[in-house]
């Protein structure tokens, strides 16, 4: 098997606080997650290319009325087109890239011209 671990950035983790001794359960994350609904929330990252192990870009959670903290995001952070789950329950994300700009889409080789 290829598993590469990938793990939420530590500073989103404590935005949406923990179960105590214990992970929190999808119900929980849920509704610190609609706590979060007031706050802007600001990515940027490099333009889509098709490079599968790397990725640079920054996540902004802000306030309403100023700025919030930046947090670097990379390769680590990023489940792929077509990743499977293993050894968790749920996730939220946010995609990046959808359609003709995955990474994995960028990879695929071109079809063959017909004569």
Same mark, same amino acid.
């Given at each position: 098997? #290829?598993?590469?671990l990938?793990?939420?950035h530590?500073?989103?983790?404590?935005?949406?606080g923990s179960?105590?001794?214990? @992970?929190?359960v999808? =119900?929980?994350?849920?509704g610190?997650?609609?706590e979060?609904v !007031?706050r802007?929330?600001?990515?940027?990252c490099q @333009?889509p #290319?098709?490079f599968?192990?790397?990725?640079?870009?920054?996540?902004?959670? =802000? !306030?309403?009325?100023k700025?919030?903290?930046?947090?670097?995001?990379?390769?680590k *952070?990023?489940l792929l087109?077509g990743?499977?789950l293993?050894n968790?329950?749920?996730?939220?994300?946010v995609?990046?890239?959808?359609? *003709?700009?995955?990474?994995?889409?960028? #990879?695929?080789?071109k079809p063959p011209?017909?004569?």
């Amino acid at each position: 098997t #290829n598993l590469k671990l990938r793990q939420s950035h530590k500073d989103s983790v404590a935005l949406l606080g923990s179960g105590g001794d214990r @992970p929190l359960v999808q =119900g929980e994350a849920i509704g610190k997650l609609a706590e979060m609904v !007031n706050r802007e929330i600001k990515i940027q990252c490099q @333009p889509p #290319n098709k490079f599968i192990y790397s990725f640079e870009g920054t996540m902004e959670i =802000g !306030n309403a009325n100023k700025s919030g903290q930046v947090m670097a995001l990379e390769i680590k *952070q990023t489940l792929l087109r077509g990743c499977k789950l293993r050894n968790t329950e749920w996730v939220l994300g946010v995609i990046v890239y959808s359609g *003709q700009e995955t990474k994995i889409q960028m #990879n695929l080789p071109k079809p063959p011209h017909k004569a």
